[in-house]
């Protein structure tokens, strides 16, 4: 029994160390402005896309796309890291001349060190925002397979390093006592 209380104050002892630590995260990638802005109810169609973010980004591996209400592409391609900002921290792409309706920005940025971020936000030609419940989004600046919370996870982790060496402490003593 003594040996079990040692293992479960050890275990005990081991979480909150690990609890005591920040888990290592990616950056997190900001828009710093965008034209059009997102949301923005435009009465001329632009002939391009804009947005400018807070890092610097790979070109040839992040990408920049805008979508009708049908999510058909209605870019002109090609929408990238604009090449010709020295500091590659922003994206453009080109438009034909847009029919009144809702677009959607979508974009997914690859940072220098490979971190990736995606997102996406509305903008409106001629037209008033749609109303709640229809299919387009707006405004996420993070991903959908955003990771779960670290404390969380560093919690799960803690147990199961707890009951594994219990288990390992409680086997120990069992083979000892027969031998």
């Given at each position: 029994m003594r040996y079990f209380l040692l293992s479960a104050w050890?275990?005990?002892?081991?979480?909150?160390?690990f609890l005591s630590f920040e888990p290592a995260s990616a950056h997190e990638v900001e828009i710093v402005k965008s034209d059009p802005a997102a949301g923005a109810v435009l009465e001329q169609p632009p002939d391009r896309v804009t947005i400018w973010f807070n890092e610097e980004n790979q070109s040839g591996k992040s990408t920049f796309q805008v979508f009708n209400s049908d999510d058909q592409p209605?870019?002109?391609?090609?929408g990238g890291v604009d090449l010709t900002d020295p500091d590659h921290a922003s994206m453009v792409v080109n438009l034909p001349a847009l029919p009144d309706g809702a677009y959607l920005v979508r974009w997914k940025v690859v940072l220098l060190d490979g971190d990736e971020s995606e997102g996406e936000y509305v903008f409106y030609v001629g037209a008033k925002p749609p109303l709640a419940g229809q299919p387009m989004s707006s405004g996420s600046s993070a991903s959908a397979d955003s990771p779960p919370n670290g404390k969380f996870t560093m919690w799960i982790s803690v147990v199961i390093i707890a009951l594994i060496l219990v288990i390992l402490v409680y086997l120990?003593?069992?083979?000892r006592f027969r031998a």
């Open positions: 050890f275990a005990l002892l081991v979480g909150i160390v209605v870019d002109l391609g090609g120990f003593r069992r083979a």
